[in-house]
């Protein structure tokens, strides 16, 4: 059974850069489209950015520019580097599998790992 592992969170202030890692353990994702989720107290959980097997990306809007997403196929592991970060995205920051390209609600997604904590300050 694969598991999704992301690290890489952290405390920084507005404006620094932040990369988070999904690593997985245990199998490959490599087939995949691997999305990047969030989720902020007393809010839903919201598609950030996906990335398909062969390194095709989409983004939300909000951090469209701002964000970008890469995956070492090599060692199964998905990269989601943070630039120019605002206190509104602070939230706790999810990777997760799917089948389906362009797939943006958390329905369509599979697999999820544990979650890791970014906290943007002011």
């Known amino acids: 059974q694969v598991q999704l592992v992301e690290s890489g969170g952290g405390l920084v202030q507005a404006g620094d850069s932040l990369t988070l890692s999904c690593a997985a353990a245990?199998?490959?994702?490599?087939?995949?489209?691997v999305g990047w989720f969030r989720q902020a107290p007393g809010k839903e959980r919201e598609f950030v950015a996906g990335?398909?097997?062969?390194?095709?990306?989409y983004f939300a809007d909000a951090v469209k520019g701002r964000f970008s997403i890469s995956r070492k196929n090599n060692i199964n592991t998905v990269y989601l580097e943070m630039n120019g970060l605002k206190p509104e995205d602070t939230a706790v920051y999810y990777c997760?599998?799917?089948?389906?390209?362009?797939?943006?609600?958390?329905?369509?997604?599979?697999?999820w790992g544990q979650g890791t904590q970014v906290t943007v300050s002011s």
């Open positions: 997760a599998t799917t089948p389906d390209w362009g797939a943006t609600e958390p329905s369509q997604y599979k697999r």
């Open positions: 990335i398909a097997a062969f390194g095709s990306s």
């Open positions: 245990g199998g490959t994702f490599v087939n995949n489209v």
